[in-house]
């Protein structure tokens, strides 16, 4: 017998174990129909969810959105049937909108059956009281992004937008996103990460002392003391190599990406 069983790699690097219940934090996918690869890695990813009580989309789960009615013409309906394969199989799952999928409304939340979050939120995982954000409202030495989420964010532009031909909306977003890929090659990467400050001032602002995001492409876990309290910051990776997520469970938080993981016991925070 051949001892060396063939596994496809995603095979390996999406499947979850867990022997108790457990949260999954996803971001960054990016996902489009360009990119065949990452679409079977969140295939995959979705199928492997074993004991899973929710699954939380922290933003940019797709390269971009231009409206819940253009889902068909930007080839997203396969994606929007995987979300809803999760409800069927009783695991709620909650969204946070990024920068590149902001436009993600109750149409798509009826259909896939997900939840939608404000930008942050403060929920309890297993008694602990966690800090969600997309993340690029942290990003704030980067003021041109700054400017932009100020624009998109007026009822106002939106509705001006949306009411334009999915043709336009196409490409004014791809003009959008034409000038902040550029723009990322020239950008000191300093303020492409977040600033302290504004992670100090978030996490003050609520009771947690732990704040999970996306949206830096800088997986990591990140711990400081402040006015006498340990405060920890979990980011998650991007998905263009394959899967990052974290999984919480009652006893630690896992983050997973480029076959690394890194552990956070809740005695240090
Ligand atoms: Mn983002």
């Known amino acids: 017998m051949n001892q060396k069983k063939k596994v496809p790699q995603s095979k390996i690097q999406t499947h979850i174990k867990s022997e108790d219940t457990s949260i ?3 971001s960054d996918l990016h996902l489009t129909p360009e990119s065949p690869q990452t679409i079977l890695h969140f295939n995959n990813f ?3 969810l074993e004991n899973v009580d929710s699954l939380y989309i922290l933003g940019d789960l797709f390269e971009y959105w231009l409206g819940d009615d253009a ?3 930007l080839g997203h309906v396969p994606v929007e049937k995987t979300l809803r394969l999760l409800s069927v199989k009783g695991i709620t799952v909650y969204l946070i909108r990024g920068n590149r999928d902001f436009l993600i409304d109750n149409d798509f939340a009826l259909r896939t059956g997900i939840k939608i979050l404000n930008d942050p939120t403060l929920h309890s995982f297993f008694g602990h009281q966690v800090l969600l954000l997309h993340g ?3 990003c704030t030495d980067d003021k041109k992004h700054q400017k932009f989420r ?3 964010d007026e009822t106002e532009w939106r509705l001006t937008f949306l009411r334009k031909s999915i043709s336009e909306r196409d490409s004014i977003a791809k003009s959008i996103r034409f000038r902040s890929d550029i723009e990322k090659r020239y950008k000191p990467s300093g303020i492409m990460d977040v600033n302290q400050l504004a992670v100090d001032a978030a996490l003050q602002s609520t009771p947690a002392r732990l704040l999970i995001h996306g ?3 800088r997986p990591g876990i990140h ?3 402040l006015n006498g309290e340990s405060l920890a910051r979990v980011v998650l990776g991007e998905w263009s190599e394959g899967p990052s997520w974290i999984q919480f469970s009652a006893s630690r938080i896992e983050l997973h990406y ?3 993981v890194k552990c956070l016991e809740y005695g240090q925070v």
């Open 24 to 26: 999954i934090l996803i």
């Open 46 to 48: 979705i199928t492997s």
């Open 71 to 73: 889902a068909y013409s």
């Open 136 to 138: 690029d409202s942290l």
């Open 150 to 152: 100020s624009i998109v």
């Open 215 to 217: 949206h830096t492409h």
């Open 223 to 225: 711990q400081w003391n």
């Open 258 to 260: 480029e076959d690394k």
